[in-house]
């Protein structure tokens, strides 16, 4: 489990970045596999998510996660709910303590959000879509809706595929560029003709600074290059694999 230096330092708050390590699932979900949208055992994810949670301290039961759209919308969660009632989301946010919110990923950005004066947290599945259309500062906005500030906001973006392992089509850089022709700046040319390396993360940290958060803080590992530590759908599909695992990313507000 990785954690990030100014959410360790919130004293109300607990929260971790799960590596794939420690798990019981196998072939190619080795490891700590907790994304229900894989074709992974249930009963094996069901056991990867209550290890997880023992590592912050709580049940498998306590742990409230989304199924992830790649949207830019945003749930909050006021209880905990069965793995049936799952809204279609890409953003999470509670004021409820004891109760773990967390995100999925394998290559998209996952980012975790606390402020710890208020006691509200919030978890983001940022790939390029959500990032681009706005599922960060629809966090931030439904964090303000519960009674935060974003000024004593603590954002932290977790591992996530990097610029060197991110190849991509010219189609796809003018989505960027047509929406603000400044985003040019996050794409380098790659060897391929007509192919460009996107910096994601540097994408999202760049979005979330420009949103007037207290602070923003990226632990800078990439999914893709760190294959004994995360899955990742682009190695997964460069294999021609059948399907991938999903590491998760959670965040917990203490009880009293």
């Known amino acids: 489990m990785i954690t990030a230096s100014k959410l360790q330092s919130c004293p109300t708050i607990r929260h971790g970045f799960f590596t794939r390590r420690d798990g019981v699932s196998s072939g190619v979900f080795a490891g700590l596999n907790c994304g229900y949208g894989s074709g992974d055992e249930a009963r094996n994810i069901d056991q990867n998510r209550a290890i ?3 590592k912050l301290g709580l049940k498998r039961q306590d ?22 009632e799952r809204p279609r989301a890409d953003g999470i946010v509670t004021n409820r303590s004891g109760l773990a919110i967390g ?3 394998a290559d998209c950005t996952p980012v975790l959000f606390a402020d710890h004066r208020a006691r509200i947290i ?8 959500g990032a681009l259309h706005g599922v960060l500062s629809n966090t931030i906005n439904k964090m303000e809706e519960l009674g935060g500030d974003r000024r004593h906001i603590t954002a932290a973006v977790g591992p996530c595929i990097h610029q060197p392992s991110y190849e991509v089509g010219l189609e796809f ?4 560029v047509n929406e603000n022709k400044d985003f040019a700046g996050y794409f380098l040319p790659s060897e391929t003709p007509d192919h460009y390396l996107f910096d994601l993360p540097k994408f ?16 800078s590992v990439d999914t893709y ?21 999903r590491g998760l990313s959670a965040i917990v507000i203490n009880k009293d």
């Open 122 to 129: 919030g978890a983001a599945h940022a790939g390029w879509k």
């Open 204 to 219: 999202v940290v760049d979005r979330l600074e420009a949103l007037g958060l207290g602070s923003v803080e990226s632990v």
């Open 52 to 54: 997880a949670m023992a």
């Open 63 to 84: 742990l409230n996660t989304i199924y992830q759209v790649h949207s830019p919308d945003v749930v909050v969660a006021d209880g905990p709910w069965l793995r049936h």
């Open 103 to 105: 995100v999925m990923s």
């Open 225 to 245: 290059a760190n294959e004994d530590q995360f899955y990742s759908y682009r190695r997964t599909t460069h294999r021609k694999e059948a399907d991938y695992g």
């Open 173 to 176: 850089r003018t989505t960027f």
